[in-house]
């Protein structure tokens, strides 16, 4: 079960969440092992090296080789969590992922941290709005994007839980709070953080935060859908029903993200509402920080305040 945190105004470092989840499982289990495609300082994950200097590698920048080592190694019955920054871990990586890790039936566990305008000063070539597209493609994989901290760290631990290709993206840096720290989540299943009459935003990654902004200025249904794949679908249609328009506000491109598998559901079932999806279309990354980038994307709370009074 979940609950919302007391005061969404403070912040959770992402990273932080992911060094304290892996040490407590090395903790627990000597098959889990870190690897790293020469970020170590960047992820955190130095970290975990100097507390479990036996179960962390790292593979240098040859990131597509750090995936052949992680399925090799789950071959052997190890574990694997692997990092790097999100388009190296989807564009780069894809056939690795797909023929050495999802149809060889091994684990590869996947963290691509600073994905869409977190990427910042690192610039269009360390900018992706394309890896949930990619990584939603591959059969059986997992895709999540954790709305803060805590449910960062669940996902880790659960993905470790599970054999199979998982793939979570995010932020490395601090983030607003959603949820309190005591709570679980469910793969596959969305989140209701608040209920409205006319209007459903779903919501994934850290703009959960600002979906909630938004719910409570239009009195808004707002669903964290943290799990992008497996999609709930039967939450996505209960709320939808009755709405005057449904809203996805995500930090990815519009082809193949969480707003275009929405559509499909809604229009596969016939739902009939409208859908507007909030969220960069034919556009490359660029240099500036963080928020100058989530301004010129269209993805802050003034963005997604115009686009819902325009629809509405």
């Known amino acids: 079960m979940f609950k919302i945190a007391k005061n969404r105004n403070e912040t959770g470092e992402i990273r932080g969440a992911v060094v304290e989840a892996l040490n407590e499982l090395m903790d627990e289990r000597d098959d889990v092992l870190a690897l790293d495609a020469d970020l170590g300082g960047a992820s955190g994950l130095l970290k975990v090296q100097a507390a479990h200097p036996e179960q962390f590698i790292d593979c240098g920048i040859a990131e597509s080789n750090m995936i052949g080592v992680a399925a090799g190694l789950s071959s052997e019955g190890f574990t694997p969590f692997c990092h790097t920054f999100a388009p190296f871990a989807s564009r780069r990586v894809f056939d690795q992922v797909y023929m050495s890790g999802a149809y060889a039936h091994n684990t590869v566990n996947i963290w691509g941290s600073d994905s869409g305008f977190t990427a910042a000063h690192n610039g269009g070539t360390h ?14 994989a997992w895709v999540c994007d954790p709305a803060d901290a805590v ?27 959603v949820y309190d720290p005591s709570s679980t989540f469910e793969i596959g299943r969305g ?4 209920e409205g009459k006319d209007l459903l935003i779903i919501a994934a990654g850290q703009l959960v935060s600002e979906a909630l902004d938004a719910g409570e200025e239009f009195d808004a249904t707002v669903i964290d859908m943290f799990c992008i794949k497996p999609l709930d ?3 996505i249609l209960k709320h939808a029903e009755g709405k005057k328009l449904v809203c996805v506000f995500e930090n990815h491109g519009k082809i193949g993200g969480l707003g275009e598998a929405v559509g499909t559901v809604l229009a596969e079932k016939g739902a009939g509402v409208p859908l507007l999806i909030q969220a960069p279309s034919e556009r490359f990354g660029q240099v ?9 994307y269209g993805l802050d709370i003034n963005a997604l305040r115009t686009a819902l009074k325009e629809h509405l």
């Open 151 to 177: 449910q960062m760290r669940w996902i880790v631990r659960e993905f470790c839980s599970h054999p199979g290709v998982h793939y979570v993206r995010g932020n490395r840096k601090a983030v607003r709070n």
């Open 288 to 296: 500036g920080s963080a928020s100058f980038l989530q301004k010129e």
């Open 233 to 235: 679908t039967e939450l």
């Open 127 to 140: 900018t992706t709005y394309e890896d949930v597209a990619m990584m939603r493609t591959i059969p059986g």
């Open 191 to 194: 989140n209701v953080l608040r």
